[in-house]
């Protein structure tokens, strides 16, 4: 008798559909692969019971096969951002702890349009065992991609809206109401601030600090004058700063970059520093400690930030589910306030 047409098999994509996930999240199911939740994981196993689905051995050791990197992705618009002494920090500090779990660091700058894409690939196809992003403006669109992606990702600081499930941040707010809170305990009235972009959540944060110093102070606070973290940006937002308020007699940059162009726009200016105008800043990196006068300043643990998003990362390749961290600032005086 002759036999019957033989049956075709089931693929991996009806396995999927029929368990509601993504061909991606059934085949991460199907080979025990972490961060896929037990409802999928159930849903794609009882999908493969109904259909009959046989998993082909070579496809399963593509599927388990990891890159042996991770990848750093910082949304800055100038590739020059990671000579920037912050980003190199972080970049030696995440470098370290990868090393320690055998994975290699890629450094990616999603600033154009074809930075983005390679970014988005990298996020979809799964192009590194996890991701750690940086520098995310509001409504960038990598966060909602990073949130969707199939791949453990850690955030570098919180983007602007609901926190992730992952992060490491330090204290942004904490530390800039300490700054503000020195110059007015050294008799500052009309403390302003060159403030970070608003469009940040370390922006808004130690904007938030410096408001909140203000007001428990029983001071209006003076409106914020918004630059991009860099020197010139302080230097330029400085001379906005003093056209429209001659009397300012402090200063809290939201990083030390800003806080150096202050001190250069107020020394073009012929005032002094501190006598006439007292500047703390943000970060407590080299240029705090060089710049004339040295910079009174939040430290915050950079190189620590890096380490711990690794470790953190790594922690999830691993199929553990770390909590978010927030890492504590301390202040340090020096001779500009």
């Known amino acids: 008798m002759p036999a019957g047409p033989s049956r075709r098999q089931p ?10 996930v993504s061909r991606s999240v059934a085949s991460r199911a199907l080979n025990n692969a972490p961060h896929v939740s037990r409802a999928k994981r159930e849903a794609v196993q009882r999908a493969v019971r109904v259909l009959g689905y046989v998993p082909h051995p070579t496809a399963r050791a593509l599927a388990t096969r990891q890159t042996g990197a991770a990848a750093l992705v910082v949304a800055g618009e100038d590739p020059s951002i990671f000579a920037d002494p912050f980003f190199a920090e972080v970049i ?60 453990p990702v850690v955030f570098g600081g919180r983007p602007v809206g609901p926190a992730p499930r992952h ?3 330090v204290d942004n707010t904490g530390g800039a109401r300490e700054a503000t809170e020195y110059l007015l305990a050294q008799g500052r009235r009309r403390v302003a601030t060159l403030c970070g972009r608003l469009d940040t959540e370390a922006g808004r944060a130690r904007y938030r600090g410096y408001r909140d110093a203000m007001l428990g102070a029983g001071l209006e606070p003076l409106p914020p004058q918004e630059g991009d973290f860099t020197e010139p940006s302080g230097a330029a937002g400085m001379a906005a700063l003093l056209s429209r308020h001659a009397d300012v007699d402090g200063v809290f940059a939201a990083n030390d970059n800003m806080a150096a162009g202050a001190l250069r726009t107020l020394r073009a200016a012929g005032r002094s520093v501190p006598d006439d105008i007292a500047v703390a800043g943000f970060d407590d990196l080299t240029v705090a400690r060089i710049a004339d006068p040295p910079l009174t300043t939040v430290h915050q643990p950079v190189r620590a930030l ?29 001779a500009s306030a």
């Open 11 to 20: 693929t991996l994509d009806e396995v999927a559909e029929h368990a509601g």
């Open 92 to 151: 030696v500090g995440a470098s370290a702890a990868l090393e320690e779990a055998d994975l290699h660091l890629m450094l990616c700058l999603a600033a154009s349009d074809r930075g983005r894409k390679r970014v988005e690939e990298l996020l979809r196809c799964r192009g590194a065992d996890g991701v750690m992003l940086m520098a995310l403006r509001e409504d960038d669109p990598l966060a909602r991609l990073a949130e969707e992606a199939d791949l």
């Open 167 to 169: 992060y490491v941040d």
């Open 306 to 334: 890096g380490r711990e998003m690794a470790r953190m990362l790594v922690a999830l390749v691993n199929g553990q589910d770390p909590t978010p961290l927030i890492l504590p600032t301390r202040f340090v005086v020096r």
